[in-house]
């Protein structure tokens, strides 16, 4: 079954960026597809967007584009979520997950405090 | 986008007693090939969400039996049958028929 390891917390200044990474352990789920979902503090989950970890195809909610940026390396079968121009809006609680959000990561808690 | 509204925000029940959570959404989830893509998933604090419930009624792998879904287009329910004390925490539902996919605020369950 596929493991998704996430980085460690994050605190930010307001302006700056933050890039997590987000590891598929194995292959063996139906696609190959990963989404990116935030909660931020005592709010339900918002979806950010969605990247193919074989293709390279991507999409993201219209809200983040020009702020999120979605990467990949095939050859450690790890994600990426760079996120700029931080905002305090933007503590939250930053998760991975599989097609149809089957299985989880454990979470990176992104702080944005000056 | 899809705007999914639980209700209601907070659940109060007793062990071994019903619970329905309540989610519709402001366009219907019914995609031309005729799946309906609605999930529900718990939360217990400190801890990542876990999936319950697909396609509106099936349920995934290691998921009690106590747990049941149900409703069409823009009306979907979950239910427990008789909530036990693990079962406490925030429900979500999501749907992902459409671009953007779009979570629920939440159902709060407490004994």
Known sequence: QVQLEQSGAEMKNPGASVKISCKASTYTFSTDFFHWVRQAPGQGPEWMGVMNLDTGEKRSAQKFQGRVTLARDTSTRTLYLEVSSLTSDDTALYYCTTDYAVIWGQGTMVTVSS | ?111
């Open chain 2, 1 to 111: 986008d899809v705007v999914m509204t639980q209700s209601p925000l907070s659940l109060p029940v007793t062990l071994g007693q019903p619970a329905s959570f309540s989610c519709r959404s402001s366009q219907s989830l019914l995609y031309t090939d005729g799946v309906t893509s609605l999930s529900w998933f718990h939360q217990r604090p400190g801890q990542s969400p876990r999936r319950l419930i697909y396609e509106v009624s099936r349920r995934d792998s290691g998921v009690p039996d106590r747990f049941s879904g149900s409703g069409s287009d823009t009306d979907f329910t979950l239910t427990i049958s008789r909530v036990e004390a693990e079962d406490v925490g925030f429900y979500y539902c999501l749907q992902y028929t459409r671009w953007p996919y779009t979570f629920g605020q939440g159902t709060k369950l407490e004994i």
